[in-house]
């Protein structure tokens, strides 16, 4: 949630008067740190996700769902208990705007090898776990972008009536400032949003009309003359800043190895965020009604509208400096890169003298520009503590205009001395319903970064379509309605586009309308012959030119298939999955000669629909699937590429995974033992351990002086080690006598040979015995050593051709006799 200073706020009366102070030290504080890293290269890749979270409480008995507000003492608990006490806890967790809602992130950052993709959805499940078993009694952690019931009566636990008095933060008619985090921030946001607009936020949103709707659809407000002006016929009024950062998103950071590469990919996935914005829709109900848009984007846009009614155009400039034409929360305005200089056709309002000021400071114009445009924005909060600063190592005041500028994509300079390096932020995202689900939006968008640098890919089009996208995306199933703009020739001819540049040739060139076209997200996402080739075909090369291992494909795929049908199928499948979990197998037979694909929809653990392909259509297994797979095999689409998924998906990934599974041999290491230490003629249990071997086909047997054991045997089963490879315990009860040899017999497809180790049983008396003779035997070594040792010491220091005679006699003298 940006920028989260502690301390006394100032009133907006206060604020206002030291804006131009921190417009002008934040502007040193960005160029102390450009100064500082802008050579900075090397940096590793890093990246991590930032999960928001809903805590709702359910009655089951009134059939009544409410939100919860006690996120900061389930936030205080958490870091207590993790980064607190453990700066390595696998988690780290943060305060959102509603007093209902925290943020969860990875406690690392993620690196850069394949297997990464791996754990995202596993550290997900740690946090929802981690969070969800400090919650009361009925009480869940969702991850739900809009709360269906905000705003309505009583959607609050405990419940608060909104008091819409000046003195308050939100003066809302339908939601309490009891909803909005204690934290002064968000208090002092939402007032001070509302103090420098001059009035209210005003939301109006588009109802969905059905034959129950009212036309037109007029909500009145008698006792609220402001927002009797502010509604809109057959639309959702809203009035208040929580309607909109009330609600839950998805976001992803990655870290660039340097400045020119964190520009770069600004840009490149500045066009990809309408097209992921509609594929991730989640988000059509607000206040109690069903809208007629599926996403929250314009919502939390104009919930934070704080521009006048001077900047908006409605009156003429007196007391304002520009008319500004888009709210704080939007679209970037800008290109940073030189490869994008020629697509920025939209007029950029810019504070000229801070312009002029980065361009003497170094800067190119494209970078001096943005950040120009990001300060023509007053601060929203700023806390009497913070005021004066020490420019070269605090970035507060830069920090209170850029973390108020919350755009589609952020541009994130280090943090004054810090080993972090430039980063950008991709925030167009609504979150999912599942873990899973979310994991797979997060692993595509780091995916297509990675292909974007590995094959110098450009998406760029001209940034006024990529508006038009934005606004388009927010409309009712727009990721299967609607057209959207989009590059047809995504691949550069040659160079690093990150390293040479665009060339001030091409930098200059206006773009060409034959450079982009009308396509449905189908034909993005999955590609259309002759027309364009598909994200998702693009990344299925990248991961075969790369090593990745067997169980870090799987997931990516089963990822990648999410998203794939999110981008074409029809709407019943799209609920389905939503609450679903898609299971696809491949059998095969004689390698490739017969080859069967099993795709299965499992809901609650137990599989709802399967298309076999022997079968070559949907099978409904429960009840409650049998109307979904009568609509898939009512849809020829849907059909036709399960039946392709043969040879599309298995046929032509055998070799990769034969080459790692069926042909895949790991010896076993075996080791047997007794569990006790106990004398002959007590009961023991013998066990051989077998471990470390692939594939998990084994034969573990007990033999006893040469005749195979039956009777007692018991195996622990197959346990997997998590590194594909297995092992096994067998166990054999035994009451040994001495002499007995006891041997396990292993038998596994890697050896030629089976394994036999045996192990013998001796009493307490022959191992003392044994022992004893040991112990006599390695002092006899240790004596003849020493005599030998002694032996060639006087050889060696005696003159040559003497002998040394020793006699008893009285006198004992030396005598020295040639020989």
């Known amino acids: 949630m940006g920028l989260l200073s502690q301390g006394s706020p100032l ?16 502007i040193l504080q960005f160029l102390h740190i450009y100064h500082a890293v802008k050579d900075r290269h090397k940096d590793v890749l890093k990246w991590g996700d930032e999960v928001e979270y809903m805590l709702v409480s359910f009655d089951h008995e009134k059939k009544k769902a409410q939100l919860v507000l006690s996120g900061e003492e389930l936030l205080e608990t958490l870091q207590e208990k993790g980064e607190r006490t453990n700066p390595n806890h696998p988690t780290l967790w943060r305060p959102e705007y509603g007093s209902y ?3 969860g992130t990875p406690g690392q950052p993620y690196g850069g090898t394949m297997s990464e993709f791996n754990t995202v959805e596993d550290n997900m499940r740690k946090r929802r776990k981690e969070a969800t078993s400090l919650l009361g009694e009925n009480q869940a952690l969702c991850t739900i972008t809009s709360f269906p ?41 939402t007032r001070n949003i509302r103090h420098r607009r001059g009035e209210k936020v005003v939301i109006n949103v588009p109802i969905f009309k059905d034959k129950n709707t009212p036309a037109p659809f007029i909500e009145t407000f008698p006792e609220d003359e402001e927002a009797t002006k502010a509604s809109k016929p057959d639309h959702i009024y809203m009035d208040a800043m929580g309607f909109g950062m009330g609600n839950c998103c998805l976001q992803v950071t990655f870290q660039a190895c340097s400045i020119s590469e964190a520009r770069y990919l600004y840009d490149q996935l500045a066009t990809i965020c309408p097209i992921v914005m509609a594929l991730s829709a989640a988000s059509p109900f607000y206040r109690g009604y069903v809208s007629d848009i599926d996403c929250r984007w314009g919502v939390i846009s104009a919930s934070v509208d704080d521009r006048t009614r001077e900047e908006r155009g409605l009156e003429p400039l007196k007391n304002n400096h520009y008319r500004i034409s888009k709210s704080r929360y939007d679209s970037i305005d800008s290109y940073l890169s030189e490869c994008g200089e020629k697509y920025n056709d939209i007029d950029l309002t810019k504070d000229k003298e801070i312009y002029e000021q980065l361009l003497q400071e170094g800067l190119d114009h494209l970078l001096a520009q943005h950040v120009a445009h990001l300060f023509i924005r007053d601060p929203l909060t700023l806390f009497e503590e913070k005021i004066h600063l020490d420019d070269a190592n605090e970035s507060d005041h830069f920090e209170n205009i ?35 689900e979310n994991s797979a939006y997060v692993v595509f968008v780091v995916l297509l970064t990675r292909v974007i640098l590995s094959y110098k890919l450009d998406f760029l089009i001209p940034l006024s379509k990529v508006d038009e996208n934005m606004k388009v995306a927010q409309k009712r199933d727009a990721v299967l309605q609607e057209l959207f703009y989009f590059r047809k020739d995504i691949c550069k001819a040659g160079g690093n586009a990150v390293v040479d540049g665009c060339g001030k040739a091409a930098g200059r060139a206006e773009p060409a309308a034959e450079e982009y076209a009308l396509m449905t997200i189908d034909t993005i996402i999955n590609g259309k012959e002759g027309v364009f080739p598909g994200l998702i075909p693009v990344l299925n090369s990248y991961l075969e030119s790369m090593e990745v291992d067997v169980d870090t494909r799987c997931s990516i795929l089963n990822y990648l298939k999410l998203i794939k049908k999110r981008a074409s199928a ?14 696809s197998e491949c059998h095969f037979s004689n390698g490739t000669q017969q080859v069967r694909f099993l795709d299965r929809y499992i809901y609650n653990r137990e599989e709802q629909v399967q298309f076999d392909s022997l079968v070559g259509e949907y099978r409904a297994r429960t009840e409650m699937g049998r109307p979904v797979a009568q609509r898939w095999n009512r849809w020829p689409q849907a059909l036709q590429r399960a039946r392709a998924a043969v040879h599309a998906f298995c046929a032509s990934n055998y ?15 075996v080791t047997v033992y007794p569990v006790k230490s106990r004398p002959l003629w007590h009961h023991n249990l013998l066990v051989c351990s077998v471990n470390g071997f692939y594939p998990g086909h084994i034969e573990v047997r007990w033999f006893r002086n040469g005749q195979e054991e039956e009777a007692g045997v018991v195996s622990t089963g197959l346990i997997p080690n998590g590194d594909w490879t297995f092992q096994i315990m067998v166990m054999l009860e035994i009451v040994p006598q001495g002499g007995e040899v006891y041997a396990c017999h292993v038998e596994h497809p ?52 003497t002998v040394v005679v020793m006699t008893s006699e009285a006198t004992d003298k030396m005598r020295k006799t040639e020989i």
């Open 11 to 26: 009133s907006w009366e206060e604020t206002q008067r030291h804006a131009d102070h921190v417009r002008r030290h934040g």
């Open 570 to 583: 029809p709407r019943t499948l799209y609920m389905s999955l939503s609450s679903s979990k898609g299971k």
């Open 750 to 801: 890697s050896r030629m040979s089976p394994v036999t180790v045996e192990w013998r049983a001796q009493d307490k008396s022959s191992q003392e015995k044994m022992l004893s003779g040991i112990g006599a035997c390695v002092l006899g070594l240790l004596f003849l050593g020493m005599g030998l040792l002694f032996y060639i010491r006087r050889e060696r220091f005696d003159l040559p051709g």
């Open 655 to 669: 070799e990769f995974f034969a080459s790692r599974t069926v042909q895949r041999r790991v010896q076993p290491t």
């Open 402 to 436: 850029q973390s108020t500028n919350w755009q589609t994509m952020r541009f994130k300079p280090p943090p004054p001395n810090s080993d972090i390096g430039w980063r950008v932020e991709f925030r167009p995202m609504e979150v999912q319903l599942t873990d899973f």
């Open 149 to 189: 019931r905000l705003g309505c009566p009583g959607f609050t636990l405990p419940e608060f009536k909104p008091n819409p008095v000046e003195g308050g933060a939100s003066k809302s008619l339908f939601f309490p400032d009891e909803a909005i985090n204690k934290h002064p921030r968000f208090s002092t946001l």
């Open 101 to 103: 809602m925290i943020e």
